[in-house]
């Protein structure tokens, strides 16, 4: 997912990028004779924060709403980078329990 978009580019990055926001590991089954905790625990995500160049990012027809606290994501630091992930964590793991966007929290197939 596309968080913040440089077309003209940075100082640092004289090219086109994109901070782009993923999924590192998807969440595992769940089934009913879970417990709360044991579901809780399965239905984790873990998230990645990349830069991208825009020759390396393949357009799809999916698309995704994102929060306004998702696009004040940083990762200049390693400070502001762990905590930009935290927050997108935070938004992954709620749109994966609200059921939204379930193409998202599928492994690719190829």
Request: zero cysteines.
């Amino acid at each position: 997912v596309i968080v913040q978009n440089s077309d003209a580019g940075t100082k640092q990055r004289s090219y086109g990028h994109a901070l782009v926001a993923g999924i590192d590991k998807t969440p595992l089954k769940i089934n009913k004779s879970m417990g709360k905790k044991r579901r809780a625990f399965r239905s984790r995500v873990r998230p990645f924060l990349k830069v991208v160049n825009h020759n390396h990012v393949m357009p799809t027809r999916y698309n995704m709403d994102l929060d306004s606290t998702v696009k004040s994501v940083s990762i200049a630091e390693q400070s502001k980078k762990e905590a930009s992930k935290k927050v997108v964590r935070t938004m992954f793991e709620d749109r994966y329990k609200a059921g939204k966007n379930k193409w998202l929290f599928q492994k690719p197939r190829f």
